[in-house]
């Protein structure tokens, strides 16, 4: 009921929550040796055709007592740790490598596209570049078949030194989405000195237009924001799409790509090529 996929406990199991936590961290190190974390998929779609234009890996912890763990109950701890760092490696490894899998499957190698977060310890990260070079490298993926999704409250305030990197990056032709986008309260001007070639609208927006008639604020904020973002040559996606009625709203609004459960949840990588193939006949 919380959204977001979360697999949390409720309120009355706190103080077991804060045993968990201290649990939880010190059992990171080993379950990333142990390879308990996997990786679910969710397509991202064309709002034009309903094509399948990419996937996002979301990352999950298998965790041998409390079952299948969200990204919400260790991403935040592993960042404290700085386990992220090796974590993030292999998110992206397996990721990049899933995509490759993917373009070698369809003859026509089709424009699939790969999305994976990035966290601010791993963008301060002074390996980051080097990283991506050689898991791209390794796997043979163009740099142009890989979006890193930053959060924009990560980017506020950032200063030359964090955006070097990023700047590297997008000149290697890998794409860089602003995640979360609308949540974060930055200055609008700002976008222009930003490497990102993408803005990923943040579900609160997404859910205005699940009403009936759709929220007529929310609608003129995604119109201004769409607007701005495409005089700007940035494309939008909007995540949380539930119902038919908000893709359509939205992509009357001019957005370009969708992510959601109306589409598809988080799932193995089998149901990414399945989607494909589905598109392909
Ligand atoms: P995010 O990047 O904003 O990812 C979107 C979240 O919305 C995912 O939650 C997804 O399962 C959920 N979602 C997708 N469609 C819908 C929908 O239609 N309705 C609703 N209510 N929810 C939807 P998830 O998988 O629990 O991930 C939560 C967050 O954890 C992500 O938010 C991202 O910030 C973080 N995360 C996930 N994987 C990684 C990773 O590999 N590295 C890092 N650094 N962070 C990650
Ligand atoms: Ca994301
Ligand atoms: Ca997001
Ligand atoms: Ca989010």
């Given at each position: 009921s919380a959204g977001g996929n979360r697999y949390e406990r409720a309120d009355p199991e706190a103080d077991a929550r804060a045993i968990t936590r201290h649990g939880l961290t010190?059992?990171?190190?080993?379950?990333?040796?142990?390879?308990?974390?996997?990786?679910?998929?969710?397509?991202?779609?064309?709002?034009?055709?309903?094509?399948?234009?990419?996937?996002?890996?979301?990352?999950?912890?298998?965790?041998?007592?409390?079952?299948?763990?969200?990204p919400d109950r260790f991403i935040p701890l592993a960042e404290h740790t700085g386990l992220?760092?090796?974590?993030?490696?292999?998110?992206?490894?397996?990721a990049v490598r899933q995509a490759r899998f993917w373009k070698h499957r369809h003859a026509d190698g089709g424009p699939l596209r790969i999305n994976v977060n990035l966290s601010p310890t791993q963008l301060?990260?002074?390996?980051?570049?080097?990283?991506?070079?050689?898991?791209?490298?390794?796997?043979?993926?163009?740099?142009?078949?890989?979006?890193?999704?930053?959060?924009?409250?990560?980017?506020?305030?950032?200063?030359?030194?964090?955006?070097?990197?990023?700047?590297?990056?997008?000149?290697?032709?890998?794409d860089i989405a602003l995640d979360d986008f609308g949540t974060g309260y930055s200055n609008l001007a700002n976008l222009r000195r930003l490497p990102v070639s993408v803005l990923k609208l943040d579900r609160s927006f997404t859910r205005g237009m699940q009403q009936h008639p759709a929220d007529p604020v929310d609608m003129k904020?995604?119109?201004?924001?769409?607007?701005?973002?495409?005089?700007?040559?940035?494309?939008v996606t909007v995540e949380g799409v539930e119902t038919a009625a908000q893709a359509e709203q939205l992509r009357a609004?001019?957005?370009?790509?969708?992510?959601?459960?109306?589409?598809?949840?988080?799932?193995?990588?089998?149901?990414?090529?399945?989607?494909?193939?589905?598109?392909?006949?």
């Amino acid at each position: 009921s919380a959204g977001g996929n979360r697999y949390e406990r409720a309120d009355p199991e706190a103080d077991a929550r804060a045993i968990t936590r201290h649990g939880l961290t010190t059992a990171l190190p080993a379950a990333l040796d142990r390879g308990e974390f996997f990786i679910e998929y969710q397509p991202l779609v064309h709002l034009g055709d309903g094509t399948v234009h990419g996937a996002e890996a979301l990352v999950r912890w298998c965790h041998p007592q409390h079952g299948v763990l969200g990204p919400d109950r260790f991403i935040p701890l592993a960042e404290h740790t700085g386990l992220i760092v090796p974590l993030g490696r292999w998110v992206l490894d397996e990721a990049v490598r899933q995509a490759r899998f993917w373009k070698h499957r369809h003859a026509d190698g089709g424009p699939l596209r790969i999305n994976v977060n990035l966290s601010p310890t791993q963008l301060h990260h002074p390996g980051l570049v080097g990283d991506i070079t050689d898991v791209l490298d390794r796997s043979g993926l163009a740099p142009g078949a890989l979006c890193l999704e930053v959060t924009e409250s990560a980017l506020i305030g950032a200063d030359e030194d964090l955006l070097k990197p990023l700047r590297q990056l997008a000149e290697m032709g890998v794409d860089i989405a602003l995640d979360d986008f609308g949540t974060g309260y930055s200055n609008l001007a700002n976008l222009r000195r930003l490497p990102v070639s993408v803005l990923k609208l943040d579900r609160s927006f997404t859910r205005g237009m699940q009403q009936h008639p759709a929220d007529p604020v929310d609608m003129k904020i995604v119109e201004g924001i769409v607007s701005l973002a495409h005089s700007l040559e940035l494309a939008v996606t909007v995540e949380g799409v539930e119902t038919a009625a908000q893709a359509e709203q939205l992509r009357a609004l001019g957005c370009d790509t969708a992510q959601g459960w109306y589409y598809a949840r988080p799932g193995a990588p089998d149901r990414i090529h399945s989607l494909v193939l589905a598109d392909a006949v």
